[in-house]
């Protein structure tokens, strides 16, 4: 079973082809210049829109 579905794959493509043309801007305005942070718009976009997408890792504790 895929765990991203098509339409989050391709929000993800379309935020890295926005980032290489460099018009993707991050909340505050700036340009996006990594690749990671693109890839996490991609996936957050996604997200708003109800597509199947893993849910945020949360920062685990070392004990």
Same mark, same amino acid.
């Given at each position: !079973? #895929? +765990? ?5 794959? *391709?929000?993800? /493509? &379309?935020?890295?082809? *926005? !980032? +290489?043309? /460099? *018009?993707? +801007?991050? /909340?505050? /305005? &700036?340009?996006?210049?990594?690749? +990671?942070? #693109?890839? #996490?718009?991609?996936?957050?976009? #996604? ?12 920062? &685990?504790?070392?004990?």
């Amino acid at each position: !079973m #895929a +765990k991203y579905s098509k339409k989050s794959q *391709e929000k993800v /493509g &379309k935020a890295l082809h *926005e !980032m +290489k043309e /460099g *018009e993707l +801007k991050s /909340g505050s /305005g &700036k340009k996006v210049t990594s690749r +990671k942070q #693109a890839i #996490a718009i991609g996936l957050s976009e #996604a997200r708003e829109e109800g597509d199947k997408v893993p849910k945020k890792s949360s920062s &685990k504790k070392k004990s």
